[in-house]
């Protein structure tokens, strides 16, 4: 039975806080980032992309959500009961595009500040990984965590909501475009998905409402309400975004080939003040995605250790740590590495999004003899099939990024 009274409260905060983190890992530097290059080299063909990613996400969180939480098993725990090791190879990737993620995220918190303050970037990627590595420290970590996370992510939707308005973008043609695009790029769609649904943001929200005990047969209906609204959280957030940036370029601005092109953006959209705008949006959207990208990245390493699982904690401040030492060590500009990020993690979603699915049509012991229903199982089937046909596609064009 679902709890009641001040239990049932603490739910709440512990959904609300779930639904946020996987919106706000979404919605992270990586996002603004590729949506800002890609809308600037596609104009408004972009909006088709941005479709297919919204259909891709809702497929996706559906599926996961239900099964992760019906089953109150993490994904690699699922996938080593279906394929025994293989849940030991999908921590690998996942840590693995959390870790190259996370590397870009601390950059954005970084470009987040200079945008904002002035700072250096490096030394605001520094003191932001300190911020997070802060609330992580704290003896209420989980509850902190929660908070933080729904609080940033409801200022960077009203920001980027007055944005939106501001640049005034062609409605008419963006909506167009969605359905008769003018051109279709595989390896931005892949980019797009890897980095808003694919590699630690597929799990964030999912792994978070395990560790909180919102799961089995009978929680179904929270966890697919939470579900559902943390992905409508995602879908206007990027809309809006999109619509904010086709605005700037629209209007004649031009944003290939700049250091930091939402930067830019902003301030040509809305002036110097736009600037400081963009600043506090990439910011709150970096550091929340830094807390996600931490948080779910080492809750698949729980699996290999039970003392990981004991000091998970201090595992996680580790993890933002040596990502932290390795952005400020890195060459290469923060933008090129998140776009990177989303490509890598866009080839890791196949591998476990097909786990799920298989538990979902086959295995329904380990979902406690929940009836699944066989027509969102079909649909996650069909996503799936769709993310190794577009990882097939833009495999060279991940490695030509890499190589960069």
Do not use: C
Not at 19 to 42: E, H, K, N, W, Y
Not at 109 to 124: H, P, S
């Amino acid at each position: 039975m679902p709890p009641s009274g001040t239990a049932a409260t603490a739910t709440k905060g512990a959904l609300l806080g779930a639904m946020f983190l996987m919106a706000t890992s979404a919605i992270g530097p990586g996002f603004i980032t590729q949506t800002t290059v890609f809308t600037a080299q596609l104009g408004a063909a972009f909006a088709f992309a941005i479709v297919i990613s919204i259909i891709v996400d809702v497929a996706v969180q559906l599926n996961v959500w239900r099964v992760v939480g019906i089953s109150g098993l993490r994904a690699q725990d699922l996938a080593n009961k279906v394929i025994p090791g293989f849940g030991y190879v999908l921590a690998g990737l996942v840590v693995f595009g959390g870790l190259v993620f996370n590397i870009g995220n601390i950059g954005g918190t970084g470009l987040g500040a200079n945008a904002m303050l002035g700072v250096d970037a490096k030394i605001g990627g520094a003191i932001s990984a300190l911020v997070a590595i802060g609330i992580f420290v704290s003896k209420r970590a989980g509850v902190a965590m929660d908070r933080i996370v729904v609080v940033l992510g409801v200022l960077m939707i009203a920001m980027v909501a007055y944005a939106a308005v501001a640049t005034e973008p062609p409605y008419g043609e963006a909506l167009k475009q969605t359905v008769l695009p003018d051109k279709v790029e595989f390896l931005i769609i892949t980019t797009l998905i890897g980095g808003t649904v694919g590699g630690y943001i597929t799990y964030a929200g999912a792994h978070r409402i395990v560790d909180s005990g919102i799961t089995g047969p009978e929680r179904v209906a929270e966890i697919s309400r939470g579900s559902i609204t943390g992905i409508l959280v995602t879908g206007v957030m990027r809309a809006l975004l999109f619509l904010a940036i086709l605005g700037v370029v629209v209007g004649g601005v031009n944003l290939v080939g700049v250091d930091n092109p939402p930067a830019v953006a902003f301030e040509a959209a809305l002036g110097k003040v736009g600037l400081h705008i963009f600043g506090v949006i990439l910011w709150a959207a970096s550091i929340t995605s830094v807390i996600g990208a931490s948080y779910t990245s080492v809750s698949f390493l729980t699996t290999f250790s039970e003392s990981i699982k004991r000091h998970a904690q201090w595992v996680v401040i580790g993890f933002i740590v040596f990502s932290a030492v390795i952005y400020l060590s890195l060459g290469q500009t923060p933008a090129t590495l998140l776009v990177l990020a989303g490509a890598l993690n866009g080839l890791i979603l196949p591998f476990g999004f097909g786990i799920i699915i298989w538990v979902a049509l086959m295995r329904r012991d380990l979902l406690g003899g929940y009836r699944y229903p066989k027509v969102l199982a079909y649909v996650g089937l069909v996503v799936w099939l769709l993310t190794i046909y577009l990882g097939y596609e833009s495999f060279s064009g991940i490695v030509d990024l890499w190589q960069q």
